[in-house]
Each structure stands twice: as C-alpha cells, then as structure tokens.
C-alpha cells in the first residue's frame, strides 16, 4: 500500500552504492567468432577493462583472457577498438602499455608493440597472415600533434611499417576475406569522423605494405559522410549519409565503386564515430543484420524483415557468425548493458534469444522501482524537437493530487550524442524520490538526420540552449511538472548547455554543471588534436571569430 507524500521527499532503495553493485559497470565492445563471442566489460569495483569470451558450445562458462590488465587505449582520447580474434582463436589486444597477444586464456601474452612510455597507442585492428593491421597515434613529438597513421605490424618479427599516412585521422583499417586488400577510412581538419570523410582502398602486399591505392568514395566538399567499410566477399558495405539519413550501401569494387542501399529508409542506421570499430551492422556474406533506430533489421535473400527483440530498444557493435547466430551489446528501459545472442539460424521461426551476460541481472532491476520514459514532443523555434520524459514512480509513495512533481531537465554530453530510453540508475535515483526527468535531445543531436545534427554548426550554445528552454517550457504548459521546480543538470558539453540556459531564461530554478565548458576561448587554446575542427564547425574560426567565442554563451 503507498503512503502520500510531497514529490521529492519519497525514500528509495535506489541509492548511491548501489551503483557499485551488480556483475559489471557496463559492457565496452564486443566481438564474434564462429567459436564464441568476446567482449570487454568494465569492472565496477576497481575500473579495468576486462577481456572475456563466451564459447558458442553448449554448457560453456566464460573464461576471462588478458588477465591483470586492463584491455583499452586512448586513440583519439576516447579509443574503441581495443581487441582483435584471430582466426586460430588467439587475440591480440592493446593496453596503454602497446599491443599484446595472447594464444590461450592460460598462456602468458606477448609484447608486439611497446607504448614508448604511452606515447605510442594503438587501435581498430584488421589481420592477414602474420600482419596485424591498425590505427597508430604517436605522440613521440613534443608541442606538435600527435601523428595519425594505419600501420602494420609483423607478429613474427615485431616490425611495423607505415601503411597509410598523411590524411589527419584514420579508422576502420579492415582486410578483405582473400587477404588481398585493405579498406579504410580517412578524414582531415576541419571535419569530425560524422563530417566529410574518404574511404580509400589497396593492394596487400606480403611484407605488410600497400600498393594501387584509390579512391572509393570521396566526400570532401560534398558534405557526404561515409563510414564504417566492411568486406561482403569481393566487395563493399559501408554507410553515406546521402539522403540525410545514414543508411547501409553495398559497393561494387569491379564497377567503378556503384553504390546500391542495402535498405532505403528514412531513419539512422549508425552513429557519431567518438570510439573506434563500433558496428551498426553485420555481415556474414549471406545475411546481414542492421541496427535501425533502435530496431534490428535483417536482411535475407534480398528481404528485409525486423528481428524482435523484446525489451531491448539500444544496441551497438553488432557482429554475426556464419552459422547465422548475431551478437550485440543490448539495453533497454528495464534492461542492463549486455551481451545479447541471437540465433537467425532457423529461417521459419522467431529467433532465439539468450543473454551472455549482463552488467546487472534482471531480477535485481524488477525489485526496484523503475520508469519508463515516453517520447514527447515539442517546438522550438518551429523546429520539431524531442525529449524522454520519466515520471515520478515508487510502490511506496503517491503524490498529492493538488501537487505536480519538480522536474530535472537533463542535456546530454558530446554535443554530437543523443539521448536513448535504456535503463539509467541515475535517472531513477531521482525519480524513485519523486522527481521527473525530462532527458532532451536538443538540435544536434544524432539519430533525427544529418540536418537536424548539422544545426548545431556555428551554433552551439544558442539552438540547443533554445531546445532545452522550450522543453522546459513544454511540460509545464502540459501541466506534467511543478513550474516553480524545474532543475538542469549537464556535464562536459552539456554543462557549457547549462550554463548557457541559465543566463538566458528564468525558468530553471536550480542548476548541476558538471566538469562543463565554461570558457570557450581556453577550450579553443588546449583542446587535443581530434576535436579541434570541431570547436571551429561548432563555434567559428578562431581567434578570427574570437569575438564569438567572447560573447557566448
């Protein structure tokens, strides 16, 4: 039976140390085999990233690998990409001490590659024979940038030679099935890895080097992304977003790179590229499974149908075997980051689903009190603009009827992010007390279309400012809220987005700016080698635009 209570006053079971239980924190990056799937989870007790690997035989256990260390890297300050398998069922991996690889759980790991101290880091790797391919930063000079490049290194002998070089950034070194050729992905300032980009294709030759490289999509001055190249046999996949929306293309290597969609639609099949080697699909040369909005779609024999996936509505590096069994790492409203099989094997029927593991059981989540958000929807500067809205929710408790709830507006990170509906402890803390949070996808967010992310360019700190004042706004007008209790939190980005709502609306009476921007100048002075161009597209060219940068936010 629930006892009336003021919203904001309701005790929770949901309290701070309870954020430090479970199995992990999260699950970091995933990768299949025919074998078995591994995946990196962080500890919620000490922080590493651990390497563990689940076979595909029946009554298996998962067995960690990579033991004492903490599988990561710091390639473009947020890395991604941290792993290999290799065929023989060995992994190579990287650690900011370089590149280790390890043939057996039990066996002792080899040193390929030193860090010089972390001065060297290494990412996103690809192999052939002996050759491990991958992103290499070298940060070897002093008072100049870090130098980006792909590499190769020889397992047998340790040498690494310099495969591509001379673009500013690269990502997704991938060797085609026959070890022929290398695909990759590269970019220059002032793009970010979601802006204009080049994919770039070679020969492979037997001591690790290229030769014949060509162009294969170029979207410098075309305002066109392509991202995340794959091999489909002899051939191409990789997404453009072209047509507003990033949507899945096959290209034909033997015809002058012709592209066709895989599956035309007016939704995000990807995301912004901040971590290296996520996927938002798969392939295994017979079907392949993509991550739409938040669906998972697959396609089979030329027809695309959607794979059910009950509770889980947040998914990420996407990989699949050639028995047709895929993997992914999955969340949802009420379920935990983890690692989710599911079997496509049987044509006819509904797939299998199991999860391999989970950074926190299901039955711990069903003895708490859980919201579950909805979508709304509002204007802003005509603008259609989109939020998750949580309401208050604890067994124990109601609100009075002649009472509306406070309500904490929430501004997500990045800018270049987005604001999903998977289960989130600190959004229930906070509701389970009796509060609302309202989580906004402001103008720049991803996942609307690449015109709804590029409003953002030249803007940052007024439209999606605007955004959150108007949400604000909104649900007050919709009497889900008490006007005179309406809070904002952000952190990074989003607490710059804090800072600037507070100065220009009386509508927040109570603010949290974590670790936020609050001096855009500084950030245009020490801002590292990756996100540079993007304070340039955000903000204006500085210091020939410096007074921009004085009069926001």
């Not at 005790?11 to 799937?37: H, M, R, Y």
């Not at 070298?138 to 397992?155: A, C, K, T, Y």
């Not at 994919?199 to 290229?210: E, K, P, S």
């Not at 669906?295 to 959607?306: G, Q």
């Amino acid at each position: 039976m629930s006892v009336e209570a003021p919203y904001g006053s309701w005790t929770s079971t949901i309290t701070p140390d309870l954020f430090a239980k479970g199995n992990c924190k999260a699950i970091c990056e995933l990768q299949a085999t025919n074998d078995g799937v591994f995946w990196v989870e962080q500890s919620a007790t000490t922080g590493k990233r651990e390497l563990h690997f689940h076979s595909c035989k029946p009554s298996s256990t998962s067995v960690r690998w990579a033991p004492q260390q903490s599988v990561q890297n710091c390639v473009h300050e947020y890395g991604g990409g941290s792993f290999l398998p290799l065929s023989d069922g060995s992994v190579v991996y990287s650690t900011v001490d370089g590149v280790f690889h390890q043939k057996a759980p039990e066996a002792p790991p080899v040193q390929l590659a030193d860090s010089n101290e972390k001065k060297l880091r290494y990412a996103d790797f690809s192999a052939s024979g002996t050759h491990i391919f991958c992103v290499n930063e070298s940060h070897l000079q002093p008072g100049v940038d870090p130098e980006n490049r792909i590499i190769s290194i020889d397992m047998a002998t340790k040498e690494q030679k310099v495969v591509a070089s001379g673009a500013d950034f690269y990502a997704s070194p991938r060797v085609s099935a026959d070890g022929k050729r290398l695909v990759w992905m590269q970019w220059n300032h002032v793009n970010m890895p979601w802006d204009e980009t080049s994919i770039h294709l070679a020969v492979l030759n037997d001591d690790g080097t290229i030769s014949n490289e060509v162009v294969v999509k170029d979207g410098t001055g075309k305002k066109i992304n392509y991202y995340c190249p794959s091999w489909e046999e002899q051939d191409l996949l990789m997404i453009n977003d072209s047509t507003n929306f990033w949507n899945l293309y096959e290209v034909d290597v033997g015809e002058e790179f012709k592209e066709k969609s895989v599956f035309p639609v007016d939704h995000e099949i990807g995301y912004p590229l901040w971590q290296l080697a996520d996927r938002p699909y798969a392939s295994n040369g017979s079907c392949i499974i993509m991550n739409v909005n938040g669906r998972l779609m697959l396609r089979r024999d030329m027809a695309v149908r959607e794979v059910p996936t009950p509770g889980y509505t947040v998914f990420s590096h996407l990989s699949i075997t050639d028995a047709d069994v895929a993997y992914a790492i999955a969340s949802g409203p009420r379920k935990a980051s983890c690692v989710l099989q599911i079997d496509l094997s049987k044509e006819e029927s509904e797939p299998t689903i199991d999860v391999i593991r989970t950074a926190r059981d299901d039955k711990d989540i069903e003895a708490l009190d859980i919201s579950e958000p909805e979508h709304l929807e509002f204007q802003s500067d005509g603008i259609p603009v989109s939020a998750w809205f949580y309401k208050p929710k604890n067994r124990h408790f109601t609100g009075p009827a002649a009472m509306l709830p406070p309500v904490l507006v929430l501004g997500h990170g990045g800018p270049t992010a987005v604001a999903v509906n998977s289960l989130d402890l600190k959004k229930q803390f906070f509701t389970s007390r009796g509060f609302a949070v309202l989580d906004v996808n402001y103008r720049g967010s991803t996942g609307f279309g690449t015109n709804f992310r590029n409003m953002l360019k030249g803007q940052w700190g007024v439209v999606d400012r605007d955004d959150m004042i108007a949400a604000a706004r909104s649900v007050i007008a919709r009497r889900l809220v008490d006007a005179d209790k309406v809070c904002i939190q952000g952190s990074s980005a989003g607490g710059y987005l804090v800072l600037s709502a507070l100065i220009h609306s009386d509508v927040f009476k109570a603010a949290v700016c974590a670790y936020g921007v609050a001096d855009l100048i500084g950030l245009a002075k020490d801002t590292h080698k990756f996100e540079r161009g993007y304070n340039e597209t955000l903000i204006g060219k500085y210091p020939e635009e410096e007074q921009i940068y004085k009069v926001r936010p």
